[in-house]
């Protein structure tokens, strides 16, 4: 028997009759103690007459009690023998998904320039996304498919850090309707940033954004949007009504995103 401990496969994937025996046991399981062979076999997907067989050597090997009239039950032998190859599956399934998939895990990255599959490229990140650069970076990365310059590409096999600082968040106080005057909409010119982003959070400060001669870049799932892009290097205006603001500097504290909250007496 091979043991999936050992990195092998488990018994029940050896070979083809050794899955099938596994799911008729599984499915005489499922539907005892009345089991139609018909229905098990449009199941699986192998004839009634190959079920027939599966179903007697079950019940020769004592894995299966049958009655009358079409009626079978799972034994204690074939409750232990479903266990043991179904806890075998598991610890193989677990080993596929730590070390084989983890191992080739992909993610995309804007190819800086005309990239081949399988070269080297360095990671870095711009704008908030990375980008796989062939002259290299402080992150490297192995090309999984070919790209144009400025197209996708996919990127395995990750080693380093890629080097980029976390950017600033600046909360720009907007008054409730049923609170004091809204702020002049020229402060907003003043504190947008030159190469951030604006998010506007409740509807007196989508007014007071659209009065502005500035447009807004996020509008919803303002909350998780903001930390997530000054997590990855970008600078945020979030203009924000006074009540949605400790939502929002919470989750800024939890993603360790440096931020202020302007006061507005200031403006």
């Known amino acids: 028997m091979a043991d999936s401990a050992d990195g092998g496969s488990p018994d029940v994937l050896e070979n083809k009759r050794s899955a099938t025996r596994y799911q008729v046991l599984v499915e005489i399981a499922a539907r005892q103690p009345a089991v139609s062979q018909g229905e098990i076999a449009e199941t699986i997907g192998v ?3 190959a079920v027939s067989d599966y179903v007697r050597d079950l019940v020769e090997s004592g894995y299966v009690e049958k009655g009358g009239r079409g009626r079978y039950e799972v034994t204690k032998e074939g409750v232990d023998w479903l266990i043991s190859r179904t806890d075998d599956l598991e610890t193989y399934l677990e080993r596929v998904n730590s070390d084989v998939l983890g191992s080739v895990e992909v993610d995309a990255a804007i190819a800086l320039d005309d990239v081949a599959e399988g070269s080297e490229v360095g990671l870095v990140m711009r704008d ?3 980008h796989a650069n062939p002259a290299g970076g402080t992150a490297t990365a192995v090309t999984v498919t070919s790209a144009e310059r400025g197209a996708a590409v996919g990127v395995a096999d ?3 850090v ?4 976390t950017g600033t968040v600046t909360v720009l106080p907007v008054p409730t309707v049923t609170d004091e005057a809204p702020p002049d909409p020229a402060v907003i010119a003043t504190h947008t940033p030159d190469d951030g982003l604006v998010a506007v959070a409740g509807t007196e400060a989508y007014a007071l954004v659209s009065r ?3 447009s807004s870049d996020i509008r919803f799932g303002t909350a998780e ?3 997530e892009a000054g997590t990855l290097g970008l600078d945020v205006l979030l203009v924000a009504v006074t009540d949605e603001i400790p939502r929002h500097t919470s ?3 939890d993603g360790n995103v440096p931020h202020q909250v302007l006061d ?3 403006f």
Request: glycine content about 8%.
């Open 47 to 49: 004839t009634s007459q």
């Open 128 to 130: 908030g996304v990375l």
């Open 158 to 160: 990750f080693e380093g």
């Open 162 to 165: 890629v080097d980029y600082e």
């Open 212 to 214: 502005s001669d500035t």
């Open 225 to 227: 949007a903001v930390a």
């Open 251 to 253: 989750k800024l504290r």
């Open 264 to 266: 507005s007496d200031a």
